[in-house]
């Protein structure tokens, strides 16, 4: 089974050597590996390139963005660059970050789900943060999420979600688009990758508000997209993330901001995200 992955870096020199290091000595290389230096304005680029030496299965590759980190869109369009540059035809694409550190077996790992369940779409570990000197669970979502980070995609599941959408919003829309073509989604719990930035730390008022953007961007409708703000607002100790998230909502109605998926994926993500709350909430 052939993995290739796609890291897109902007200004990650203080965690780029680990995670470089991490991907370097697997227990299992991938066919191709492209580091997608996306206007970077630090040491990033550089670090890279001294690490990866003789490795031939690994490049670094320059793209031009905006200077600054912006959820969604500029990571996917980075992707999207990368994606177009692989020389490798493969059976698992992954999208991984330049600020995590892999356990030794995790390509290992990821090839065996693959392996051993041919409906599973997309597969990962979980993401741990450094707090009191204690590695936790990054507790953002549930386990079974596979979050941004360390996504990887079987490619008939990629191909049949038309790939990853240029938008806030698209590392939960792929999985619901995912499911609503009939495929499994698989997080092993064991598998702990460690996250050298946690998630919070990276956004700006402005990317709060996009979590919002993102809910109306996917036909959450406002209801679920309450519900889906005050369990992030709650899951992540913060008022300002529900007052913005509110924010970005309502101005994306406004504006009538356009949507990312379908009338009939829309009621596709409603019902099965009703079906999700009654099953874990409401059923007796």
């Not at 698989?186 to 990758?193: A, G, R, S």
């Not at 009538?256 to 709350?277: A, C, L, P």
Request: proline fraction near 2%.
């Amino acid at each position: 089974m052939k993995i290739c992955i796609i890291i897109p870096v902007f200004n990650e020199q203080d965690f780029i050597k680990k995670s470089v290091e991490s991907l370097i000595n697997q227990t299992i290389i991938p066919a191709e590996v492209i580091y997608v230096n996306d206007n970077s304005t630090d040491n990033s680029k550089n670090i890279i390139k001294n690490l990866i030496g003789k490795c031939e299965w690994i490049r670094v590759i320059d793209y031009k963005s905006v200077q600054k980190h912006v959820p969604g869109s500029k990571v996917i369009e980075a992707f999207n660059f990368g994606l177009k540059n692989l020389e490798t035809q493969f059976d698992v694409i992954c999208k991984f970050d330049g600020d995590i550190i892999l356990p030794k077996n995790y390509i290992e790992k990821i090839i065996e789900i693959f392996n051993e369940n041919e409906n599973v779409g997309i597969s990962g570990g979980n993401l741990y943060v450094l707090k009191n000197r204690k590695w936790i669970y990054e507790n953002i979502t549930a386990k079974t999420h596979v979050r941004g980070p360390i996504k990887a995609y079987r490619a008939e599941c990629f191909d049949d979600i038309n790939g990853l959408k240029s938008s806030i919003g698209w590392d939960t829309v792929d999985v619901l688009l995912a499911q609503k073509k009939g495929w499994l989604i698989y997080t092993d719990k064991d598998l702990i990758v460690k996250h050298l930035k946690p998630t919070g730390q990276k956004y700006s008022i402005n990317s709060k508000m996009l979590q919002g953007e993102s809910l109306y961007k996917m036909r959450f409708g406002f209801i679920l997209s309450v519900l889906s703000l005050l369990k992030s607002s709650f899951n992540n100790n913060s008022l300002s993330r529900l007052f913005y998230g509110f924010m970005g909502y309502f101005i994306s109605f406004l504006r009538q901001k356009t949507f990312i998926v379908t009338d009939e994926e829309g009621v596709f993500i409603r019902n099965f995200r009703w079906k999700v709350i009654y099953e874990k909430y409401l059923k007796f």
